[in-house]
């Protein structure tokens, strides 16, 4: 089982992302899905997530800034980022639980810019 973050980068305050993660050796499905960030000397934090029962949940801190969802033909999880905040700079990882089992993305590097 793989999951395959991308889509980070560098971009102003202001602006927008939108990550991806792909899944490889397993499928998303209506499994619980999440994304999560770490910043430099901060522990990792959830971001938001879509429960098995498909009611996604936000952090405080992105709500109304930050959407998830997914596309199970895709078979991919995405988060739209808008109107970042330098305080939104940090890794962000995917992450699925199936089977009661966590399954973690390797990270992707989103910097914002005053």
């Known amino acids: 089982v793989q999951l395959q973050a991308s889509g980070g980068g560098l971009v102003q305050a202001g602006g927008s992302l939108r990550l991806s993660c792909a899944a490889s050796g397993t499928t998303f499905g209506l499994n619980a899905v999440g994304w999560y960030r770490q910043a430099p000397g901060q522990q990792r934090e959830v971001v938001a997530r879509i429960s098995s029962d498909r009611t996604p949940d936000y952090a405080d801190a992105v709500k109304g800034r930050f959407t998830i969802s997914r596309d199970i033909r895709k078979n991919s999880l995405y988060l739209q980022m808008n109107s970042l905040k330098p305080e939104d700079t940090a890794i962000y990882y995917c992450?699925?639980?199936?089977?009661?089992?966590?399954?973690w993305g390797q990270g992707t590097l989103v910097t914002v810019s005053s």
């Open positions: 992450k699925l639980v199936k089977n009661r089992r966590d399954y």
